[in-house]
């Protein structure tokens, strides 16, 4: 029922910029979104979220570099990545919290592939 389609990935150096969108296919004003990452070997770790009142959370690591928002009527959220480092490699999944009769289902992108090498 959910899609969601992200964008913006490819290669940057250290130092550099990108901005990842995703897309969903129905509205998404009353969810929760979010941005997470999985490295090769690691588990998805949460990047950053924000509310439907666009409260937002960011991992440590990604403080003060990165910037989550979202725009509801183009049901897309956008992550802002500066100052980039070879640590923030990674396949880079935008996620969508829904309300259930048991609690929430959580859905998923397929991912877009972000390297920051020299």
């Known amino acids: 029922q959910v899609q969601l389609v992200e964008s913006g990935g490819g290669l940057v150096q250290p130092g550099g910029s990108l901005r990842l969108s995703c897309a969903a296919s129905?509205?998404?004003?009353?969810?929760?979104m979010g941005w997470y990452r999985q490295a090769p070997g690691k588990e998805r770790a949460l990047v950053a979220s924000i509310t439907s009142r666009e409260i937002t959370n960011y991992a440590d690591s990604v403080k003060g570099r990165f910037t989550i928002s979202r725009d509801n009527a183009k049901s897309t959220v956008y992550l802002q990545m500066n100052t980039l480092k070879p640590e923030d490699t990674a396949v880079y999944y935008c996620?969508?919290?829904?309300?259930?009769?048991?609690?929430?289902?959580?859905?998923w992108g397929k991912g877009t592939l972000v390297t920051v090498s020299s």
């Open positions: 129905g509205s998404i004003t009353i969810n929760p």
């Open positions: 996620n969508l919290r829904a309300p259930t009769g048991r609690g929430w289902q959580d859905y």
